[in-house]
């Protein structure tokens, strides 16, 4: 995969991801996990799993101007998603899971296949990496929402360690009350009452059992 898109640096692409997103910009760094595409406004950092198709096309087609400048989270080695994360760990970041719905805020954690993320909005978060479609670290120092520094804690208060993978900090939050995936859907919020393998069994507000495949949860937050 690398070395077909490698070919494409500098020039001007649009790229289809999963869930109907379209990317247009050019080209700017390639890895194997990663790419870094820069919109005329942003350095888009995108995860190469979500991608559908790339297609180089003209400048004059994206009508956008070249980069002056370089990408905030510079690497010095192979671009990867880990490193690109630890970099950015601190960094004021919008990031996308799914939809249009992009969360604000910063990462505070990256355990093997997911990280912590504070949101002013959602507060903790727990995302997993294997539905990180794409992040944007801000081109400003500005806070989101412009928040003064003391809404939004260096290292934010919680009573729940981090697990090592996402399934068990999942188990971990049994008994508790949880949004998954932002609540999109009102089964997405309820109390976990039981993990069993990759399948969570969760009470809905109507006191329901729904059994959801964990594979499909994208983000976690307690209400």
Not at 37 to 44: A, E, K, P, R, S
Not at 56 to 73: H, N, T
Request: no cysteine; charged share 20%; hydrophobic share 40%.
């Amino acid at each position: 995969m690398k070395n077909v898109y490698s070919k494409f640096t500098g020039e001007a692409v649009i790229i289809e991801l999963t869930g109907k997103k379209t990317i247009n910009g050019y080209l700017i760094e390639v890895g194997n996990e990663v790419l870094i595409v820069y919109n005329g406004y942003d350095y888009i950092y995108i995860s190469t799993s979500h991608i559908k198709n790339l297609s180089v096309v003209s400048k004059e087609a994206i009508g956008i101007d070249e980069p002056k400048d370089s990408p905030q989270l510079e690497q010095e080695d192979q671009l990867s998603l880990r490193k690109i994360l630890t970099t950015a760990k601190g960094v004021f970041l919008e990031i996308y899971t799914m939809g249009n719905q992009p969360v604000h805020g910063y990462i505070t954690g990256i355990m093997n296949n997911y990280f912590s993320f504070y949101s002013p909005v959602y507060k903790t978060m727990y995302i997993s990496l294997q539905h990180l479609k794409w992040l944007i670290p801000y081109s400003t120092n500005q806070s989101p929402f412009r928040l003064a520094k003391e809404n939004l804690p260096v290292n934010p208060s919680t009573a729940i360690t981090l697990a090592r993978s996402f399934e068990v900090q999942i188990e971990k939050l049994t008994g508790h009350l949880v949004v998954l995936n932002l609540g999109v859907n009102e089964e997405l919020i309820g109390k976990i009452e039981k993990v069993d393998g990759n399948i969570m069994e969760i009470i809905t507000a109507r006191g329901e059992s729904l059994y959801l495949n964990m594979q499909h949860i994208q983000t976690v937050h307690l209400p």
